[in-house]
C-alpha cells in the first residue's frame, strides 16, 4: 500500500489555466482467471501481481505483459489452498500461507519466475505482521511464540534463533560497520493474546549470532499503521545516543542502553469506533509530535484520560522545566504548533483512521483496504507561554467543530470546517475570518500550506485554494462529493464511497478523474503517484493520473 501521509508542501502555486478530463489509460490485460487477491509493487521492481484461490499470475507493471501463471500446487505441492500472501518487493519474493489445522504450511517463492525458494511447516501461527525483512542483511526475522528466528530470505537457513527478544521486530537501525542492529519490539493489533508474558523491549542484538549486547525497557506502545505499515514512532541515532520518538521522547546510551533520560506516557487513542466487519483497525495522529526549538523541547503528556499537559524539558539533559496548566477532558491532541513565545495546541479534530473491512457475498470473499480520516471530539484550541506553561488563552469558537490548523507564511490559520479563522497567536484574536463556501466546493475536511502563502482546502466536492495572508478566494477544482484516500508529494488522491477515483495536483489543482465499476479496487501506485491501478474481476488496468 501506498504509504499515506498529508504534509505540507514547499513550492510556488501555479496560476496557469488547466482542464480536466479521464485519466488515460496506459494498458488493460485479461489476467485469464478470476482474482481475489491483488499486490501493487515498485514501478522500480516491475512485478505485481494477482491470485485466486488455486492460482496466481505476476505482471509487469510497464506493459502489463504476464511474467509467469502458475497453480500453487504446482508451485509448492504441500499447498492446498492460500490463505494469505505476502509479498516482500525489495526482496522479490512472497509468502504463501497456508493455515491448516494445527499444521501451517509456508512457502516463500520467487517472485520473478515463481519456482520455489523453501517451503516449511516449523513456524506455526505466523501472520503476515510477524515477519520482517531485515533488507540490509537479506533475511527475514521471524517471530514465533517463544523465539525469535533468523533465516536467509532465498534459502530459508536458520541463522539463529533467541528467546530473549519477545514479539515483533519494529523500526530498527542497522549497522554494517559490526553488523549490529538497535530494534524496538512490539505486538501488532489482534494479535496481542499470541505472546503471553511479553514486556516493551528496545535492543541492541548481534546479527551474526543473535547475542543481545544489551536491552532495556521503553514507555509506550509501538506498532505500525494496519494497512500503510508506516511505523507510528520514529528511531534515530544521534552521535552516542537512541533517540526514540514514541508517546513523547526516550534516550539511551548507543554503547550501553543505559537510560539517560525520558519524557513519556503510556497512551491508547480510543476516539473512533470501528465500523463492523473490520479485521484489522487503527487510529493514528492522535497526539502531536514533540516539538524541539533551540535547547528546548515540548511534549505532549497524555497519561491521564481525564486531564493532559504540555511539559517543557532542556532537549540535552532531560531537565523538566515546567508542566502547563491542566487540559482538561482531550481524547486527542493532533497538532502542537510553537511560535515565538506561544504553544499552541489543537484539540480533536482530524485524525487518521486505516482498517481491513471484510465483504462477503454469495459467490466470493472480498477484503476492502480502507484509509480516510475522522474527527475526534472534544474540539478546541488552547496556547500556553514558553515561560512558565501559563495558559494564555482559550478559543470559544472551536468547541462545535474543528479539522486541523496549519501555519503558513507566519500565518496561524485554524479551520472550522465551515470558516478559515486566521488568528494571532499571541492573543487568540481573529485576523480574519472567510467562509470555506466561497470555495465553491463544499465544506472543508482538511485543510494544507502549499507554498509560503497558499491554503489548500479540501472540500466535499473538490479542492480550492485561498491567500494565507489576507484569506481572499484564489482558485477552486470542482469534483464530484469524496474524500481524500492518499497523497504522494504535489498528487492527491480522492475517492467517492463508489471507489469513483480523481488525482489532483497541488500546483494549479487540475485533476484526473476514473468511474470505477462496482466492486473494482484501485491501488494508488506508491513511489510518485504517477499511476493507479485498477482490478476488476479478471482485468487489471493501468492509469496515468497527470
Known amino acids: 500500500m501506498k504509504k499515506l501521509l498529508f504534509v505540507a508542501m514547499y513550492a510556488t502555486l501555479c496560476l496557469t489555466s488547466f482542464s480536466q478530463g479521464e485519466m488515460p489509460e496506459v494498458w488493460q490485460k485479461d489476467m485469464g482467471f478470476k482474482f481475489t487477491h491483488t499486490g501493487t509493487g515498485l514501478e522500480v521492481n516491475d512485478y505485481s501481481y494477482v491470485a485466486s484461490d488455486k492460482e496466481m499470475a505476476v505482471f509487469s507493471n510497464k506493459d502489463g505483459s504476464i511474467y509467469w501463471t502458475?497453480?500453487?500446487?504446482?508451485?509448492?505441492?504441500?499447498?492446498?489452498?492460500?490463505?494469505?500472501?505476502?509479498?516482500?518487493?525489495?526482496?522479490?519474493?512472497?509468502?504463501?500461507?497456508?493455515?491448516?489445522?494445527?499444521?501451517?504450511?509456508?512457502?516463500?517463492?520467487?517472485?520473478?519466475?515463481g519456482s520455489l525458494l523453501w517451503t516449511t511447516d516449523k513456524y506455526q501461527k505466523v501472520t503476515e505482521d510477524m515477519v520482517v525483512y531485515i533488507e540490509e542483511d537479506h533475511s527475514f526475522a521471524i517471530s514465533l511464540k517463544d523465539e525469535l528466528v533468523y533465516v536467509r530470505a532465498h534459502t530459508g537457513e536458520e541463522l539463529w534463533s533467541t528467546s530473549k527478544f519477545q514479539g515483533v521486530v519494529g523500526k530498527y537501525i542497522y549497522n554494517s560497520d559490526d553488523q549490529t542492529m538497535v530494534m524496538v519490539n512490539f505486538i501488532p493489533s489482534g494479535i496481542i493474546a499470541f505472546f503471553t508474558g511479553f514486556k516493551n523491549q528496545i535492543v541492541r542484538i548481534n546479527m551474526k549470532n543473535g547475542d543481545i549486547i544489551w536491552e532495556n525497557t521503553y514507555i509506550g506502545r509501538a506498532d505500525r499503521k494496519v494497512i500503510s505499515r508506516d511505523f507510528v514512532y520514529d528511531l534515530q541515532i544521534d552521535?552516542?545516543?537512541?533517540?526514540?520518538?514514541?508517546?513523547?521522547?526516550?534516550?539511551?546510551?548507543?554503547?550501553?542502553?543505559?537510560?539517560?533520560?525520558?519524557?513519556?506516557?503510556?497512551?491508547?487513542?480510543?476516539?473512533?469506533?470501528?465500523?463492523?466487519?473490520?479485521?484489522?483497525?487503527?487510529?493514528?495522529?492522535?497526539?502531536?509530535?514533540?516539538?524541539?526549538?533551540?535547547?528546548?523541547?515540548?511534549?505532549?503528556?497524555?497519561?491521564?484520560?481525564?486531564?493532559?499537559?504540555?511539559?517543557?524539558?532542556?532537549?540535552?539533559?532531560?531537565?523538566?522545566?515546567?508542566?502547563?496548566?491542566?487540559?482538561?477532558?482531550?481524547?486527542?491532541?493532533?497538532?502542537?504548533?510553537?511560535?515565538?513565545?506561544?504553544?499552541?495546541?489543537?484539540?480533536?479534530?482530524?485524525?487518521?483512521?486505516?482498517?481491513?473491512?471484510?465483504?462477503?457475498?454469495?459467490?466470493?470473499?472480498?477484503?476492502?483496504?480502507?484509509?480516510?480520516?475522522?474527527?475526534?471530539?472534544?474540539?478546541?484550541?488552547?496556547?500556553?507561554?514558553?515561560?512558565?506553561?501559563?495558559?494564555?488563552?482559550?478559543?470559544?469558537?472551536?468547541?462545535?467543530?474543528?479539522?486541523?490548523?496549519?501555519?503558513?507564511?507566519?500565518?496561524?490559520?485554524?479551520?472550522?470546517?465551515?470558516?478559515?479563522?486566521?488568528?494571532?497567536?499571541?492573543?487568540?484574536?481573529?485576523?480574519?475570518?472567510?467562509?470555506?463556501?466561497?470555495?465553491?466546493?463544499?465544506?472543508?475536511?482538511?485543510?494544507?500550506?502549499?507554498?509560503?502563502?497558499?491554503?489548500?482546502?479540501?472540500g466535499e466536492k473538490g479542492l480550492s485554494s485561498f491567500n494565507a495572508n489576507d484569506g481572499s478566494f484564489v482558485k477552486n477544482?470542482?469534483?464530484?462529493?469524496?474524500?481524500?484516500?492518499?497523497?504522494?508529494?504535489?498528487?492527491?488522491?480522492?475517492?467517492?464511497?463508489?471507489?469513483?477515483?480523481?488525482?489532483?495536483?497541488?500546483?494549479?489543482?487540475?485533476f484526473k478523474q476514473y468511474n470505477a465499476r462496482k466492486g473494482a479496487i484501485t491501488s494508488f501506485e506508491k513511489e510518485d503517484g504517477k499511476y493507479l491501478y485498477v482490478y476488476e474481476k479478471d482485468q487489471v488496468t493501468k492509469l496515468k493520473t497527470e
Open 70 to 113: 502458475k497453480t500453487f500446487k504446482e508451485i509448492a505441492p504441500n499447498l492446498k489452498k492460500i490463505d494469505e500472501l505476502v509479498p516482500f518487493w525489495e526482496s522479490k519474493v512472497i509468502f504463501l500461507f497456508d493455515r491448516k489445522a494445527g499444521k501451517d504450511q509456508i512457502a516463500c517463492i520467487d517472485l520473478t519466475n
Open 239 to 458: 552521535g552516542d545516543k537512541v533517540l526514540l520518538k514514541l508517546a513523547g521522547l526516550q534516550v539511551y546510551d548507543y554503547n550501553t542502553g543505559a537510560s539517560i533520560w525520558s519524557a513519556a506516557f503510556d497512551f491508547t487513542p480510543d476516539v473512533i469506533k470501528a465500523p463492523k466487519n473490520v479485521v484489522k483497525w487503527g487510529v493514528y495522529g492522535t497526539v502531536a509530535d514533540p516539538v524541539v526549538v533551540g535547547d528546548d523541547i515540548y511534549v505532549l503528556d497524555m497519561a491521564n484520560k481525564k486531564s493532559q499537559y504540555v511539559k517543557k524539558y532542556d532537549y540535552h539533559t532531560g531537565k523538566l522545566l515546567w508542566t502547563s496548566s491542566e487540559i482538561k477532558g482531550a481524547k486527542a491532541i493532533p497538532e502542537m504548533t510553537v511560535v515565538d513565545d506561544v504553544v499552541a495546541l489543537q484539540i480533536g479534530g482530524l485524525v487518521e483512521v486505516q482498517y481491513r473491512q471484510k465483504i462477503v457475498t454469495q459467490y466470493y470473499t472480498i477484503y476492502y483496504d480502507i484509509i480516510k480520516y475522522d474527527n475526534a471530539k472534544p474540539n478546541g484550541v488552547q496556547a500556553f507561554n514558553t515561560v512558565d506553561g501559563s495558559l494564555r488563552w482559550d478559543s470559544e469558537k472551536f468547541r462545535k467543530g474543528i479539522t486541523n490548523s496549519i501555519s503558513v507564511g507566519g500565518n496561524y490559520i485554524v479551520c472550522s470546517g465551515k470558516s478559515l479563522y486566521s488568528i494571532d497567536i499571541k492573543t487568540g484574536n481573529d485576523n480574519y475570518e472567510v467562509p470555506v463556501s466561497k470555495g465553491g466546493v463544499g465544506l472543508a475536511q482538511m485543510i494544507q500550506a502549499y507554498g509560503d502563502n497558499t491554503i489548500i482546502v479540501i
Open 477 to 510: 477544482s470542482v469534483y464530484k462529493k469524496s474524500a481524500p484516500s492518499g497523497q504522494i508529494g504535489d498528487l492527491l488522491l480522492m475517492k467517492t464511497d463508489k471507489d469513483d477515483a480523481a488525482v489532483f495536483n497541488l500546483a494549479d489543482l487540475s
